[in-house]
């Protein structure tokens, strides 16, 4: 068994001894993850980008250039060893995924040549069934395995915890972990989520036992949980994530280096990766094992896709074809933005940004008059930026994807406290739980436990008054239909009285506030969340 040879391996390297003894294999791994659907080229904000300024080569990603890339880098490894991988959430982002649903997917990933993809949450948001036909359609092994399928039709023996490829000659076991979140951030239906280290140590002890001794982790669990399964199980050689969207390497704005180095219980440091999102970077790291199984060098960096990359012109022909029912939607102006209303998720996760204010204002104006007071919008449902200029309905479809609409209910000003404290609850994961706000406002201290987090909650008074909140009274909150219903972990608002979940689309009520407010919005903060040190 593997674990048996690490401390005589460690020792050996830590000696000088050159690995060149062994019979080393090394395997090129290139990976994505959070694609979200983002067949177009985007901004450095994560926006759409047209046509001019992708000319003007100021744009990234885009399926077209991802092709490009992804054939050029596999090429330069033809004769050796390469292994395309993505960690899931490829459903859901753009007006494409919206139009096509899953097709538009697998029709594309199965062109790419993917030899194994993860399941992300967001390949539940349309339900088991619509995964089920990106599943019938694809190509290539889709795999999750801490997740129980076998009560749901559409799911059931569809689909593999753990995988074995064969690659120059040697066997990789690649192991497909979802984050346990997914029952409340998607629609799964009766599909039972169960724990990621215990699921990933009995996996890859079975595949050890059956002599596979190089195991990755394809996952969608998040940077942070990552780093505590690496170093909680001794098995695992490399991991390979997604869901947190993390940008790891040395350029501005990463979150840790590529690859993060953690050190297992047995004293081997396992990497972790993760190439950002939208396919905006190509992540490509090259691991040697030697003939223990163990990993002796993990080298590589993501590769930022940029203008610089000529975008393959059969998959541009591709979404030409496409784009008749999207553009007629896209092309529809309704309004201007006169600054840029920002939308990132590095923001609206975790504090109040002009987007978040801009959509808790426009449902909590739309039902003002049925006696609503306070507004929700989780930042998970905020999937990107809009940049000033004219605003189109198809820069709102982008901004929300999620199909949702408007519901309302009724709950105690200490649920309200309570449905807070689990929006401030993960901040350090990235959560999309976190509460943008609308006639509210509150503080919160990272520094406290989850649960006791926030304070200082105050709801409109008399006037332009602020008090503080009653906790025994009664408030009728507007948010949209998923977080209503109890999604992003607010239970709360599923328990509460008289919920309504049909109203309008979103994307509708957007933009019949910004044509109430005279067509043309101005994006500001004005400190209705407050982040105590």
């Known amino acids: 068994m593997k674990k048996l040879l690490l401390g005589a391996t460690a020792l050996t390297l830590c000696a000088g001894f050159s690995s060149a003894a062994y019979a080393d294999f090394t395997l090129n791994i290139l990976h994505i993850n959070d694609f979200h659907s983002r067949f177009d080229p985007i901004t ?36 050796g060893n390469s292994i395309l991988l993505s960690a899931g959430d490829n459903f859901q982002g753009s007006l494409y995924y919206t139009t096509y649903k899953s ?24 339900g088991p069934e619509e995964f089920m036909r990106f599943i019938e359609a694809a190509e290539f092994p889709i795999i999750g395995g801490n997740f129980d399928v076998t009560r749901d039709p559409n799911l059931a023996g569809k689909i593999k915890g753990s995988i074995v490829v064969e690659i120059g000659g040697e066997k990789i076991g690649i192991i497909g972990a979802t984050t346990e979140d997914t029952p409340e951030i998607a629609s799964t239906a009766d599909i039972e989520f169960h724990d990621v280290i215990q699921y990933v140590r009995g996996a890859s002890e079975a595949l050890d036992a059956a002599g596979v001794n190089k ?8 940077y942070t949980v990552d780093l505590e399964v690496a170093a909680a199980l001794p098995l695992v050689d490399v991991i390979v994530g997604g869901h947190s969207h993390s940008l790891l390497g040395s350029m501005e704005g990463a979150v840790g280096p590529y690859p993060t180095m953690v050190t297992n219980p047995d004293g081997i440091e396992v990497p972790v990766v993760q190439a950002n999102q939208y396919g905006k970077y190509l992540g490509d790291i090259a691991i040697t094992w030697d003939d223990n199984g163990v990993v002796t060098k993990a080298e590589g960096e993501p590769f930022l896709i940029d203008a610089s990359v000529t975008a393959n012109a059969d998959f541009a022909d591709q979404l030409q074809t496409l784009l008749g029912p999207i553009e007629e939607l896209t092309s529809t102006v309704i309004g201007t933005a ?9 923001v609206c996760r975790v504090e109040e940004c002009s987007m978040g204010n ?42 929300l994807p999620f199909s949702n609409t408007l519901a309302t209910v009724q709950i105690s000003g200490a649920d309200v406290i309570e449905a807070l404290e689990n929006g401030v609850s993960d901040i ?10 609308a006639g509210l406002k509150y503080s919160y ?11 200082d909650v105050l709801v409109k008074g008399e006037g332009d008054s602020w008090v503080p909140i009653d906790e025994e009274a009664t408030y009728t909150i507007v948010t949209n239909n998923y977080v209503r219903g109890g999604g992003d972990g607010y239970g709360t608002f599923a328990e509460g009285d008289n919920p309504y979940d049909f109203g309008p689309p979103l994307e509708q009520v957007v933009a019949e506030y910004i044509a109430k407010l005279g067509g043309e919005y101005t994006p500001y903060t004005d400190g209705r969340i407050t982040i105590l040190e």
Do not use: W
């Open 103 to 126: 097709k538009v997917v697998s029709d594309f990933f199965n062109q790419m040549g993917f030899d194994v993809v993860a399941t992300g949450n967001h390949e539940f948001d349309d």
């Open 44 to 79: 450095g904000t994560d926006s759409n980008c047209d046509a001019e300024t992708d000319a003007a080569g100021e744009c990234f990603g885009g399926i077209a250039r991802l092709k490009t890339i992804i054939d050029d880098t596999r090429a330069k490894y033809e004769g």
């Open 428 to 437: 350090e994961n990235g959560a999309g739980r976190f509460a943008q706000v």
């Open 445 to 455: 201290t990272l520094s406290e436990p989850a649960g006791s987090r926030v304070s």
């Open 358 to 399: 801009l959509l808790a204002d426009a449902i909590l104006d739309r039902v003002a008059d049925q006696g609503a007071t306070i507004a929700f919008q989780n930042g998970g449902g905020i999937r990107a930026s809009i940049d000033a200029g004219e605003i189109t309905i198809g820069d709102v479809l982008t901004v």
């Open 215 to 222: 195991i990755i982790l394809l996952s969608h669990i998040g």
């Open 338 to 346: 006169t600054d840029k209303i920002e939308g990132a998720r590095e």
